[in-house]
């Protein structure tokens, strides 16, 4: 027992680590609030943001040193906003915008800027003043941590959404097929096997994307060039740990390889014990509004929803309804408002959605404010727009936390679908509340898991112990049994071929001797 505590004693010294972002909103958030968990635990966390004044709005730590290398101003923000987020929010579900190719040619932009940052001359010195014991960023493998983890001899640790599961499964080399389990492939009908053309029109759809898929590890090839690596399979192997922000409770067991560690709401867990932090503003808001249901109405960081006429008709829905309604809008938003809207530039989500005044949320269902909602029961009417949110919005459908609202049927359908909801919220709150309880209180909880294995990574440098070393070297053939079950049915094939013969033969042998036999008695 004590050798035990002795070797947990160890692991647990402080490590520095090298923590960043690719790009602003939620993003940096999700990776930034991983850095503060491990910076309140003791470690040193110098954090990099590459969006002018982004990091003022994350909490502030002293062990926590954030370096603005930024390389993103309003201007750049805004070509991505006209480009792709508009497009995004006026086509229609499941479809392309027409400034697919252009926001193709932005997204790749992003990745170089991101890696020319990463690996370049002002981070690596960094390295050189400090000795960084491990790198943790989201999609390190084509934001240029990967590459800098490889050049600095450091361990990187990738920081994935549950959509991106995919990327550690590969890594490991695990046994997979493109729809064995929800993706953008399989975004429907969780409760059943799809049919065949669904299936078909799915991987037509990925088909489709795949030039937009591609544009990060395309923006890294010159850059992979330029310091001597032939592929990205290079620098695969500073990646030695994935950590998944999401948790089985509240979506379902995904076919995870054993390096992927579930850490979904590990910023959340002792979050509902803390002091609100509201505005008077907002206090005198929710003070007037006991005897009616308060909505809370929010489409994300950065999406402008002026670009929609349905978001204006969504609020009048709503006004409609006789509720009270706290609205995230934009900065710029001149809309007039009654007294039963409060409108907000900036609204704190967490600290709304525990205050237990809020009945409904009404989202895009990004992956942050999904975690969210659900760890603090409060029901989700989903309306998705682009990216992962059609597929966060089918987990929160088939866990029975809300409902799927498409923004083509606002107009038609948000009336019943909130009065539904409202009606049935004890039900949605009740299934929300023993996720959050398995989250809060499973032995080895999330929060645990994800101080362990960073500390890990750091003292060890790998987490060799959870791979299949075997596996991942195996060729797709290896990993089927191709070079097996190929010959034998085969083998098969060539027998029933040969016995198919041999009794075609004999069938023609007692039919000659059958007419033989006639003609002789005639």
């Known amino acids: 027992m004590i050798i035990l505590l002795l070797a947990l004693f160890q692991i647990s010294q402080t490590a520095n680590i090298f923590s960043g972002a690719y790009f602003s909103g939620s993003h940096l958030t999700a990776v930034y609030e991983v850095a503060l968990v491990l910076a309140e635990a003791g470690h040193n966390v110098t954090f990099v943001n590459l969006v002018s004044g982004e990091l003022d709005k994350q909490t502030q730590h002293p062990n926590i040193n954030g370096i603005d290398i930024t390389v993103w101003d309003s201007q750049d923000k805004k070509r991505l906003t006209n480009m792709c ?82 990327l550690s499964q590969m890594h490991g080399n695990l046994p997979m097929l493109t729809s064995s389990q929800p993706s953008m492939i399989y975004a429907e009908g969780f409760d059943q096997s799809p049919p065949i053309m669904y299936r078909l029109s799915r991987l037509m759809f990925m088909y489709k994307n795949i030039p937009f898929m591609q544009c990060g590890s395309q923006a890294m090839k010159q850059f992979l060039g330029k310091h001597g690596f032939s592929s990205l399979d290079d620098v695969k192997g500073s990646i030695k740990l994935f950590l998944t922000n999401d948790h089985p409770a509240f979506t379902f067991p995904y076919l995870r390889p054993p390096h992927d560690i579930p850490m979904g709401c590990a910023n959340l867990l002792g979050s509902k014990q803390k002091p609100l ?114 597929v966060n ?63 890990y990574v750091a003292k060890y440098k790998n987490a060799d112990y959870l791979l299949n070393k075997v596996i991942q070297q195996q060729s797709l053939v290896q990993i089927y049994n191709l070079d097996i079950i190929l010959p034998a049915c085969l083998i098969i094939i060539i027998l029933l071929g040969l016995l198919s013969c041999l009794l075609v033969k004999c069938l023609m042998f007692l039919k000659n001797r059958i007419l033989l036999k006639r003609q002789k008695m005639e």
Not at 319 to 326: G, P, Q, S
Not at 394 to 400: A, D, P, Q, R, V
Not at 401 to 411: A, N, P, R
Not at 426 to 442: C, F, L, P, Q
Request: aromatic share 10%; proline share 3%.
């Open 393 to 455: 919005s089918e987990l929160i459908k088939h866990n029975g936390f809300g409902e799927i609202l498409f923004k083509e049927d606002v107009l038609d359908q948000a009336a019943k679908a909130v009065r539904d909801m409202l009606a049935n919220y004890g039900s949605y709150r009740k299934k929300m509340g023993i996720a959050s309880d398995i989250v809060d209180n499973e032995p080895g909880n999330v929060k645990e898991n994800l101080i362990f294995f960073v500390e």
């Open 85 to 166: 987020v508009k497009g995004a929010l006026t086509a229609k579900t499941g479809e392309f915008p027409e400034s697919y190719k252009e926001c193709i040619d932005v997204w790749r932009q992003i990745w170089i800027r991101s890696i020319e940052v990463y690996s370049g001359e002002q981070v690596r010195k960094l390295f050189e003043t400090t000795q960084y014991d491990v790198i943790l960023g989201e999609s390190v493998e084509i934001n240029g941590m990967a590459l800098l983890g490889t050049l600095m001899n450091v361990p990187a640790i990738n920081f994935q959404a549950s959509f991106g599961i995919h």
């Open 277 to 390: 932090k509201l505005s008077p503003e907002i206090e005198h808001f929710l003070e007037n509004s006991k005897v009616k249901d308060v909505v809370y109405v929010s489409f994300g960081s950065y999406v402008k929803m002026q670009y929609v006429s349905w978001f204006a008709e969504l609020i009048d829905i709503l006004v409609e309804l006789d509720l009270r309604i706290i609205v995230k809008v934009d900065k710029q938003s001149e809309n007039k408002f009654p007294e039963s809207v409060l409108p907000l530039n900036w609204a704190p989500q967490k600290d709304l959605l525990r205050s237990g005044h809020v009945k409904l949320f009404i989202s895009h269902c990004g992956n942050n404010g999904r975690l969210e909602t659900i760890y603090y029961n409060v029901p989700v009417l989903c309306i998705p727009q682009f990216g992962d949110q059609q």
